[in-house]
């Protein structure tokens, strides 16, 4: 009988053992995010004439550290340029990997507005790279292409500094400054500022709001209203 009693306690320290764990790694996760915003903002500029927009996106992640991605959103400022463009399609790639104590990040992404018919090309392409440590990242992107639609643009920047601070009890709080430097064009090269509280429901819900600003004033709509002046937008999201 003692024998049996320690061969089912041997058992069930077994299975605790194994309960608690952690399932393998996968390979590759698919993820899945869709949304809404008051506006979409991006590098501070309203891209929706300061109107919402409706936004979604899909991610591929391997664990060796390579991924994929598209994102895409709604937008008003192909059409207020002239062209005939609805819709912002992004696709990017890249390769994340440790360098000592910074996180890694390089890759390209692509801008793409279907049918846009701007000349030169709303259409963009940027070559980019991110080193990260502890909740900061400072991130420097190309342009290898004129950069939307700006003509002679070619090699115009972007460089931004964050981060992201976990407030506790689904806070988060994440300040930003950026500086886009447009070739050629000293008029519409600005600098840009946002902080950002968010806060995460649980089972894929977030949401956000942002104060965002810029040193611009010359990025401006058809109604006559500085698309870079200072503003509130919240967001929400779903991920899956």
């Not at 342009?143 to 090699?155: H, I, Q, R, T, Y």
Request: glycine content about 12%.
């Amino acid at each position: 009988m003692k024998k049996l009693a320690v061969l089912f306690a041997s058992l069930a320290v077994s299975g605790a053992v194994l309960a608690q764990a952690k399932a393998p790694e996968p390979d590759y996760t698919l993820s899945y995010n869709v949304g809404a915003t008051t506006d979409y903002r991006y590098r501070g500029i309203s891209q929706t004439r300061l109107k919402p927009a409706l936004q979604g996106g899909v991610d591929f992640a391997h664990k060796n550290g390579f991924y994929l991605g598209a994102w895409g959103s709604s937008i008003k400022w192909i059409k207020d340029g002239g062209g005939d463009a609805n819709v912002e399609l992004d696709v990017y790639g890249g390769y994340k990997f440790p360098a000592g104590p910074v996180g890694m990040d390089v890759g390209v992404l692509t801008y793409n507005y279907p049918s846009n018919k701007l000349n030169p090309s709303a259409n963009t392409q940027e070559l980019y790279v991110a080193g990260s440590m502890g909740p900061a990242t400072l991130k420097y992107s190309h342009a290898v292409s004129n950069l939307f639609g700006f003509a002679n643009s070619k090699n115009s920047y972007y460089v931004d500094l964050s981060a992201t601070f976990d407030l506790g009890g689904g806070f988060s709080l994440a300040p930003h400054v950026g500086y886009q430097k447009v070739k050629n064009n000293n008029a519409f090269s600005y600098t840009d500022y946002s902080l950002t509280l968010g806060y995460d429901f649980g089972n894929g819900v977030s949401a956000s709001l942002a104060l965002v600003d810029t040193d611009v004033n010359t990025y401006v709509g058809p109604n006559g209203k500085n698309l870079g002046k200072t503003g509130a937008v919240l967001g929400v999201k779903y991920s899956f």
